[in-house]
């Protein structure tokens, strides 16, 4: 009896704890650090329910039962539940912030989830085909699978906007974004300049030191001046100290942004490679990952701090992050889709003609 609980809080917390120390430390924007996040956190939960029960049972259940209770309503009534919050959030979205192709990301989200789910309802009950039967299984999967990698996203996403910095940060860089008339921040790009501006206030009082700020953006087709002076101009308005704020006008996206401001990291330093420096990327709480993923695809060792973003918005940001995710990395989803379209397939032909 000893051996089986030794095995099981092997299994539900060590394995899991030293899997997502790992993966948190070392790997912080692949999607396993969620997954791992996820068992860790639901391996922990599990191992403390069973040490309780061991104790006392009626305690036990007591704990158990809030873990129960949402997981039976995920299970039973989670798509529903989706579907309904993203039809009120697009009413709340549109209100707040107007009519735009992005802005209709839940509603087309919800309208996606409801049309796949009666689709698959209709097949189910009046086709007897074989071949249809294994199309609607591998759509199954294909759904059930972005359900899953957006789970995973989300997840490590907040693991990654969360992480706690140590020691001394040697550069942050804020990423730019749109201009108001073309020569002022937005309040969404302020907040990316106040987290950073906070970050490097945090770094001089607990660690008596001035990290450089690097504000990245280059000048719009439509824009006044480089969003970078921009950003400066903000600063100054603000009375924020500049002297350590260094200026990268060139940057036109999210990839130059990291590219353009680690050359200037190189002939400030004098030095052929950023890795050995402590680099911080300040944008959006929702879009910091995706960052991250970016900076680490180009070898750049980065950490992440994000600015809030309002509520109401999150569920488009995310959903527009979440494209923009499986785009970057489309290649392993599409394999993915692949090798399980020929396993179904496989299936079909063995049923079939066998």
Not at 63 to 76: E, H, N, S, Y
Not at 135 to 152: M, N
Not at 178 to 187: A, H, K, M, Q, Y
Request: aromatic residues 14%; contains cysteine; proline residues 3%.
């Amino acid at each position: 009896m000893l051996g089986i609980k030794f095995t099981v809080f092997v299994i539900m917390f060590i394995i899991p704890l030293l899997c997502f120390l790992y993966w948190n430390y070392d790997r912080p924007t692949s999607l396993l650090n969620g997954f791992f996040g996820i068992f860790f956190f639901g391996g922990t939960y599990l191992t403390l329910v069973l040490i309780v029960e061991e104790i006392n049972q009626g305690a036990g259940f007591i704990l158990a039962l809030p873990g129960l209770i949402l997981f039976l309503f995920v299970a039973v009534f989670g798509i529903f539940a989706t579907v309904f919050y993203l039809f009120l959030n697009e009413r709340t979205i549109l209100k707040k912030e107007g009519f735009s192709f992005t802005n209709l990301l839940p509603l087309l989200t919800s309208i996606a989830i409801i049309v796949f789910e009666i689709g698959m309802f209709i097949l189910t009950i009046t086709s007897e085909s074989a071949l249809v039967t294994m199309i609607a299984g591998f759509l199954t999967f294909i759904f059930t699978y972005s359900i899953g990698i957006f789970i995973l996203y989300f997840a490590t996403s907040f693991l990654y906007n969360h992480y706690p910095l140590f020691g001394k940060v040697d550069y942050i860089i804020v990423l730019g974004a749109g201009l108001i008339d073309g020569e002022r921040v937005t309040p969404l790009l302020a907040s990316r300049i106040n987290v950073a501006y906070q970050l490097y206030q945090k770094q001089q009082f607990q660690k008596q030191h001035s990290p450089k700020i690097i504000l990245s953006g280059g000048q719009g087709g439509d824009e006044k001046l480089p969003e970078a002076e921009a950003m400066r101009n903000y600063m100054v308005e603000q009375d924020y100290e500049l002297e350590n704020v260094l200026l990268e006008t060139k940057s036109m996206n999210t990839a130059q942004n990291l590219e353009f401001s680690t050359q200037i990291m190189k002939e400030e330093r004098q030095i052929e490679s950023t890795s050995g420096l402590k680099i911080v990327i300040a944008s959006n709480n929702y879009h910091i990952l995706r960052a991250g993923k970016l900076a680490q695809k180009m070898g750049i060792k980065a950490r992440g701090i994000g600015s809030k973003t309002k509520g109401y918005y999150l569920p488009t940001a995310f959903i527009r992050e979440f494209i923009g995710y499986l785009e970057m990395s489309k290649r392993k989803h599409l394999v993915v889709a692949a090798l399980t379209f020929l396993m179904y397939a496989l299936l079909y032909f063995v049923t079939e003609h066998v």
